[in-house]
């Protein structure tokens, strides 16, 4: 279903419409929400169901109506909760919540009314916040299905903010929608099968990202990191018939003092090699190239926004899968930077790819910052649930803006502890390092490993196991698949750059 919003500083009166979406403050009614303007037939039964509490505006409820009013014959109230505890993340979920129901109306022509009540508690533009809600809450995967489910054939619907009160702006509008966009196309990756999605399939959606938006993109084979001594990343590739890919963006701006690289893993399907995974949920495993899929969906925007901060975007993709010529136990191999490295089990392989990408990126490019994304361990998911990236650092002064970015974003991150007595557990018997530590703190020690591969860069590792799909009660977050997590977080982080 194609979503186009458009933008009126116009009340919604001698406007006709198929449906009216508004925004209602919990046990505020319509007048301390903004709304007591509404024509009286258009409203009488929404303030009827407030005055009965048959709908008290609570967090992510919704309450459909049929009015009296000729020109708009559907209203769609939208619970935000209490006043005092408004923001804007709060918002961004409400209006998710009505994303979802989008196709229920049956309407093609649907408005929403922005007031100045719901900017007084945003801490983000109001219209960019309930659009990037709103298209995210629609998002559907339907690419690979047949349906005689009548919501599944409506093909466009479109969107109209009206704001009488200018509290937002047409560009902020459009802000929202390109921010919404690109987390879909994250998605979008994300829910590919292995079948169809291939780690030369990520390097053509790199192509054509950077070809849109006039960036530089280099797409390095195997035999040019054989050259390069990666060991690593091509050891992971070894039993698959795909060839590996390390991918590199390259955004620059006339006006930038300093470049961040932002690094995402990109296995497209993990078996977990010879230390082959349980079979139940491996099809789910076609989601640990999430982190390169923010990678994408952040770079596409950041593309857009052009700001003043040089951008190198890095995907290490390729298959992890058991054939003949597969990594084994007890292999070693060598390292970019050198080191190295004892195989101890060949299902912790995102560290593998993500330690010569990252080694190159800092060699290469010599950033002043480097954020990772990747669906690392099982265990991040044990420590933090669903609702939480878990975080690994060297510097607190990133580590911080890191934090601002998740808060403003709504992809929130939790910094673990990275006391050097974790990363004994990885030291080598017959190497330098190993890729697995012994026992518990299996996030820690992911990232800690990490850490020997970025020198002295200042860098933060995001581990989004549990934030990069299936991530239930957010209500601009799909019931099933792929979130997006990351991409807003990267564009927020970048676009509100301070030098480190």
Same mark, same amino acid.
């Given at each position: 279903m194609k979503l186009t919003i458009e933008y =009126?500083? $116009? =009340?919604?009166?001698?406007?006709?419409?198929?449906?009216?979406?508004?925004?209602?403050? &919990?046990?505020?009614?319509?007048a301390g929400s903004g709304l007591n303007s509404l024509p009286y037939d258009l409203k009488n039964n929404l303030d009827t169901s407030i005055k009965l509490k048959v709908f008290t505006g609570k967090q992510n409820k919704c309450l459909q109506l049929f009015s009296a009013y000729a020109n708009i014959p559907q209203i769609l109230a939208v619970g935000v909760g209490k006043k005092n505890e408004m923001n804007s993340e709060s918002l961004r979920r409400a209006a998710g919540t009505a994303g979802k129901i989008l196709n229920s109306l049956k309407a093609k022509n649907i408005g929403f009314s922005v007031t100045s009540h719901l900017q007084k508690v945003s801490n983000t533009d109001v219209g960019q916040v309930l659009v990037e809600g709103l298209t995210l809450g629609s998002y559907k995967f339907n690419k690979y299905k047949e =349906?005689?489910?009548?919501?599944?054939?409506?093909? =466009?619907?479109?969107? $109209? #903010?009206?704001? %009488?009160?200018?509290?937002? @702006?047409r560009k902020a509008i459009k802000t929202g929608k390109m921010r919404a966009d690109s987390t879909n196309l994250a998605r979008n990756l994300g829910n590919m099968p292995a079948n169809d999605l291939k780690p030369k399939d990520l390097a053509s959606s790199a192509e054509k990202i950077a070809k849109q938006h006039k960036m530089n993109c280099t797409v390095l084979e195997e035999k040019q990191m054989k050259k390069l001594g990666m060991e690593m990343l091509l050891g992971v590739s070894q039993g698959s018939r795909e060839p590996a890919k390390l991918i590199l963006m390259e955004y620059f701006h006339q006006k930038a003092k300093q470049t961040v690289a932002l690094v995402g893993k990109g296995v497209t399907f993990d078996s977990g090699g010879i230390s082959l995974k349980p079979g139940r949920n491996m099809d789910e495993m076609k989601f640990d190239m999430c982190g390169a899929a923010a990678v994408l969906g952040a770079m596409e925007i950041i593309g857009q926004i052009n700001p003043h901060v040089n951008v190198i975007g890095v995907i290490a993709a390729t298959e992890n899968l058991p054939g003949g010529d597969a990594q084994r136990p007890g292999d070693i191999v060598t390292a970019h930077n050198g080191k190295r490295v004892e195989i101890l089990n060949t299902d912790a392989e995102g560290r593998l790819i993500l330690g010569d990408a990252l080694s190159y990126v800092v060699n290469e490019f010599k950033p002043n910052a480097v954020i990772d994304l990747a669906t690392l361990t099982g265990a991040c998911i044990t420590a933090l649930g669903h609702y939480a990236c878990g975080a690994i650092t060297n510097s607190n $002064?990133?580590? &911080? /803006?890191?934090?601002?970015?998740?808060?403003? @974003?709504?992809?929130?991150?939790? /910094?673990? %502890? #990275?006391? %050097?007595e974790y990363g004994e557990s990885i030291k080598g018997k017959y190497g330098d390092l190993q890729n697995i530590g012994v026992g518990d703190s299996g996030t820690i020690i992911g990232g800690m490993f990490l850490e020997h591969f970025v020198d002295k860069t200042p860098w933060v590792h995001l581990d989004i196991a549990g934030t990069a799909w299936n991530v239930k009660h957010i209500g601009y977050q799909p019931n099933s698949g792929a979130t997006g997590f990351g991409v807003r977080l990267l564009v927020d982080l970048v676009q509100n750059w301070e030098p480190i």
């Amino acid at each position: 279903m194609k979503l186009t919003i458009e933008y =009126s500083n $116009k =009340s919604i009166l001698n406007n006709k419409l198929d449906a009216l979406i508004v925004f209602i403050f &919990e046990d505020l009614g319509l007048a301390g929400s903004g709304l007591n303007s509404l024509p009286y037939d258009l409203k009488n039964n929404l303030d009827t169901s407030i005055k009965l509490k048959v709908f008290t505006g609570k967090q992510n409820k919704c309450l459909q109506l049929f009015s009296a009013y000729a020109n708009i014959p559907q209203i769609l109230a939208v619970g935000v909760g209490k006043k005092n505890e408004m923001n804007s993340e709060s918002l961004r979920r409400a209006a998710g919540t009505a994303g979802k129901i989008l196709n229920s109306l049956k309407a093609k022509n649907i408005g929403f009314s922005v007031t100045s009540h719901l900017q007084k508690v945003s801490n983000t533009d109001v219209g960019q916040v309930l659009v990037e809600g709103l298209t995210l809450g629609s998002y559907k995967f339907n690419k690979y299905k047949e =349906s005689n489910d009548e919501n599944l054939k409506l093909e =466009s619907i479109k969107l $109209k #903010c009206f704001d %009488p009160d200018n509290v937002t @702006s047409r560009k902020a509008i459009k802000t929202g929608k390109m921010r919404a966009d690109s987390t879909n196309l994250a998605r979008n990756l994300g829910n590919m099968p292995a079948n169809d999605l291939k780690p030369k399939d990520l390097a053509s959606s790199a192509e054509k990202i950077a070809k849109q938006h006039k960036m530089n993109c280099t797409v390095l084979e195997e035999k040019q990191m054989k050259k390069l001594g990666m060991e690593m990343l091509l050891g992971v590739s070894q039993g698959s018939r795909e060839p590996a890919k390390l991918i590199l963006m390259e955004y620059f701006h006339q006006k930038a003092k300093q470049t961040v690289a932002l690094v995402g893993k990109g296995v497209t399907f993990d078996s977990g090699g010879i230390s082959l995974k349980p079979g139940r949920n491996m099809d789910e495993m076609k989601f640990d190239m999430c982190g390169a899929a923010a990678v994408l969906g952040a770079m596409e925007i950041i593309g857009q926004i052009n700001p003043h901060v040089n951008v190198i975007g890095v995907i290490a993709a390729t298959e992890n899968l058991p054939g003949g010529d597969a990594q084994r136990p007890g292999d070693i191999v060598t390292a970019h930077n050198g080191k190295r490295v004892e195989i101890l089990n060949t299902d912790a392989e995102g560290r593998l790819i993500l330690g010569d990408a990252l080694s190159y990126v800092v060699n290469e490019f010599k950033p002043n910052a480097v954020i990772d994304l990747a669906t690392l361990t099982g265990a991040c998911i044990t420590a933090l649930g669903h609702y939480a990236c878990g975080a690994i650092t060297n510097s607190n $002064k990133l580590m &911080e /803006q890191v934090r601002k970015a998740a808060n403003l @974003s709504g992809d929130r991150v939790w /910094q673990l %502890p #990275c006391f %050097p007595e974790y990363g004994e557990s990885i030291k080598g018997k017959y190497g330098d390092l190993q890729n697995i530590g012994v026992g518990d703190s299996g996030t820690i020690i992911g990232g800690m490993f990490l850490e020997h591969f970025v020198d002295k860069t200042p860098w933060v590792h995001l581990d989004i196991a549990g934030t990069a799909w299936n991530v239930k009660h957010i209500g601009y977050q799909p019931n099933s698949g792929a979130t997006g997590f990351g991409v807003r977080l990267l564009v927020d982080l970048v676009q509100n750059w301070e030098p480190i």
